[in-house]
């Protein structure tokens, strides 16, 4: 059984390696060095210097890089300070538009022989989400795909959240469409907000996501508690996997609910969700 994707991605910003190394350490399953919109323009150099010392060996969990736009000067740089190292576990592309730039990332980043960071590509205007399911599947070494929803609402004009649905799930199709995992969903700006945090995760898991990306550690409880399967959907999980051991085919449960592959390949990612840790 394949195991799930992390579902808490906290970020912390390059420039400020304590901050970092407290994120590494708050209860994430991963975490995500931004050297883009958390850092000023005249701490580019210095961030993409501590994130490399600070990374130059491996780490006790999965850390992404977020590196500067691909359109910009910077971007080339950060590649080339951060993806050899061994403590960087995935690089994510901001504002990504079409698959050519995730092909050129790819063809710089990704040595032949593989070993290289996961690419994640960051889908955050209209033009990258009219090209989603391109870039989901624009090279093998993307492994993600996501929105960027501050500057997406910017783009669209958009003024209530549920302006957003139609764009989340054109990302969830795109990710299945292309065999990746389920999008993480973006950010929740207001750290004190828990309750909203709470409802918005909640929405999230309806719309296809699974997990988050978090900007501050109290967030995390909360999303994790929002994206792990509850006591009844694991229990539901368990009937349809134990019925489907004696059957290989289509079959009803004795409670009368019918349930066919689709459906079973569905209770044993619930239980793999369950039982991640």
Not at 57 to 80: C, F, I, T
Not at 160 to 185: I, K
Not at 189 to 203: F, Q
Request: proline share 8%.
């Amino acid at each position: 059984m394949t195991a799930p994707p992390p579902l808490t991605w906290l970020y912390a910003p390059g420039d400020r390696p304590d901050v970092v190394a407290k994120a590494l350490r708050a209860g994430a399953d991963a975490v995500i060095v931004d050297l883009e919109d958390a850092v000023a323009p005249d701490r580019k150099a210095y961030a993409r210097a501590a994130t490399a010392e600070l990374l130059s060996s491996s780490q006790p969990l999965p850390v992404h890089v977020r590196v500067n736009a691909l359109d910009g000067p910077l971007a080339e740089d950060d590649l080339r300070a951060v993806a050899p190292l061994p403590g960087v576990a995935g690089l994510r592309l901001p504002k990504v538009t079409t698959r050519a730039e995730v092909i050129r990332v790819a063809e710089r980043a990704v040595p032949a022989d593989g070993g290289a960071p996961a690419l994640h590509a960051l889908v955050e205007s209209a033009l990258g989400l009219e090209h989603a399911f391109a870039i989901a599947t624009a090279h093998p070494a993307l492994r993600g795909i996501s929105l960027g929803e501050a500057d997406l609402r910017a783009d669209l004009g958009v003024r209530d959240d549920s302006g957003l649905d139609w764009a989340r799930s054109r990302v969830v199709v795109a990710a299945r469409a292309a065999g990746l995992a389920p999008p993480a969903q973006s950010v929740h700006p207001d750290i004190r907000d828990l309750a909203g945090l709470a409802a918005s995760c909640a929405r999230g898991r309806t719309l296809g996501f699974l997990g988050r990306a978090a900007i501050h550690p109290r967030q995390l409880p909360v999303i994790e508690r929002a994206y792990l399967p509850t006591p009844a959907e694991i229990e539901r999980a368990e009937a349809i996997t134990e019925a489907a051991a004696t059957d290989g085919g289509a079959l009803a449960l004795p409670d009368g609910r019918f349930v066919d592959k689709a459906v079973v390949e569905g209770a044993r990612r619930v239980l793999a969700l369950a039982h991640r840790k």
